[in-house]
């Protein structure tokens, strides 16, 4: 035998030895129930709304990927193992922009995996202990967080407490705009009490859930220590036939207001020529910060 020939058997014989060796892992599995929130009972934190459609999933420390909600994962763990998930938002109702959500802890749960076997996860948020609300609009008492901008309100516009079949919740109230002013191309405008000293630098977000068939403007006036007062349009919500939550970072208009700056948060209800009967229902609208 050639002595190329000896050399190449001799090393796919080692090939092979080397392989017969190799251990192949058998993978578990989990499946990702859609994941819920707990709020806290007495209403500090409002109610529990959340719009969670992808998973951050850890294992051991080790990154897993991100995961679309209701699907069915392979682990290379065995044993008890500790899984950790994130919950993945869309930042600004933008697909394209998605993040862990840094307001809600993450969710951890140790398992004792099986190789080949399914195992299921049903992940429950909660909001971090440090986080701050100082805007909850959920319309269960009587008054309103949000008032009319008297600059921008026409006879026949109104926002009234709805708890028929349309609202969020059937049996609790949503708010509901009626644009019923004969001017079309008009809008109403709904604003907040004015806030001092939001900190800056730190996670910043604004919570909201819609549905309609109107637009919707949603942003911030902020008046600086000068007293001068700049409009911020942070986003656009589009008609929806069904209830859409939003999460919009404000983090940046935050940190560029100054300090001592005031803030207000608005919303901007349009009246389009080509729609009759101009409504939008509205709940669950929460400011909330890391301090």
Request: net charge neutral; aromatic share 14%; hydrophobic share 40%.
């Amino acid at each position: 035998m050639p002595k190329s020939r000896i050399v190449y058997v001799s090393l796919l014989l080692v090939v092979l030895a080397a392989c017969a060796k190799k251990e192949v892992m058998v993978p578990s599995y989990v499946y990702l129930k859609a994941p819920g929130l707990n709020t806290k009972a007495d209403n500090s934190q409002g109610m529990a709304s959340a719009l969670i459609e992808d998973l951050y999933v850890f294992a051991n420390g080790e990154t897993r990927g991100v995961m679309s909600v209701g699907s069915t994962i392979p682990l290379q763990n065995t044993g008890k193992t500790t899984v950790k998930i994130g919950a993945g938002i869309k930042l600004n109702g933008m697909a394209e922009q998605k993040a862990i959500y840094p307001m809600f802890n993450y969710y951890e749960q140790v398992i004792d995996l099986s190789a080949e076997r399914v195992d299921t996860i049903k992940t429950v948020f909660t909001y971090v202990e440090n986080a701050v609300f100082p805007l909850i609009e959920d319309y269960e008492t009587n008054g309103f967080e949000m008032q009319y901008n008297p600059q921008y309100k026409l006879t026949g516009d109104t926002l009234v407490r709805d708890n028929s079949a349309a609202a969020w919740k059937p049996g609790t109230y949503s708010g509901k705009v009626m644009l019923n002013s004969p001017n079309a191309g008009t809008f109403m405008e709904l604003y907040s009490n004015v806030y001092n000293n939001w900190p800056r630098f730190t996670p910043f977000f604004l919570e909201m859930d819609y549905k309609g068939n109107i637009p919707i403007i949603i942003g911030l006036y902020a008046t600086d220590n000068q007293g001068v007062t700049k409009q911020f349009p942070i986003y656009v919500a589009y008609p929806k036939s069904g209830w859409n939550k939003l999460y919009f970072n404000l983090a940046s208009e935050i940190n560029n207001g100054g300090p001592n700056t005031q803030y207000r948060v608005f919303m901007r209800f349009s009246k389009e020529s080509n729609v009759s009967n101009p409504e939008a229902w509205i709940d669950n609208l929460k400011v909330v910060y890391l301090d």
